[in-house]
C-alpha cells in the first residue's frame, strides 16, 4: 500500500516561513489528489489545502494568501510553502494522497510545526 513520508516541520517565529514535503511511494495505482491537513491539540483534523493531479489548487480560507501548494506528479511529492506564520498555525501536519481506482486515502506519520516566539 502507498506510504508517505513527510518532512520539514519544525519551530519558527511568528512571521517566519517554513516548506514542508511529502513523498508517496509503493504506489500501484496513479495518485489523484495529494493534500495537507493539519490537527492542533484539542481539535479535529482540517484541511490546509490540495492538489489534483491536474494542478488545481483548494486552500483554506485562513491560510489563502500564506500557504501554497504544489507538487511533482512523476516523484509523486507534493509540497506545502508557508510563509507569514501565526501561532495559531502550531499543529501536527499530515500529508494524505487519494489513489485512483480504489479512491482510498492514505497519510502520512505527521510532522509537527510549532510558531512561537
Known amino acids: 500500500q502507498v506510504q508517505l513520508v513527510e518532512s520539514g516541520g519544525g519551530l519558527v517565529q511568528p512571521g517566519g516561513s517554513l516548506s514542508l514535503s511529502c513523498a508517496a511511494s509503493?504506489?500501484?495505482?496513479?495518485?489523484?489528489?495529494m493534500g495537507w491537513y493539519r490537527q492542533a491539540p484539542g481539535r479535529q483534523r482540517e484541511l490546509v489545502a490540495k492538489?489534483?493531479?491536474?494542478?488545481?489548487?483548494n486552500y483554506a480560507n485562513y491560510v489563502k494568501g500564506r500557504f501554497t501548494i504544489s507538487r511533482e506528479n512523476r516523484e509523486n511529492t507534493v509540497y506545502l510553502q508557508m510563509n507569514s506564520l501565526k501561532p495559531e498555525d502550531t499543529a501536527v501536519y499530515y500529508c494524505?494522497?487519494?489513489?485512483?481506482?480504489?479512491?482510498?486515502?492514505?497519510w502520512g506519520q505527521g510532522t509537527q510545526v510549532t510558531v512561537s516566539s
Open positions: 492538489v489534483t493531479r491536474g494542478g488545481a489548487t
Open positions: 509503493r504506489i500501484t495505482y496513479p495518485i489523484v489528489d
Open positions: 494524505s494522497a487519494r489513489e485512483s481506482l480504489t479512491l482510498r486515502d492514505y
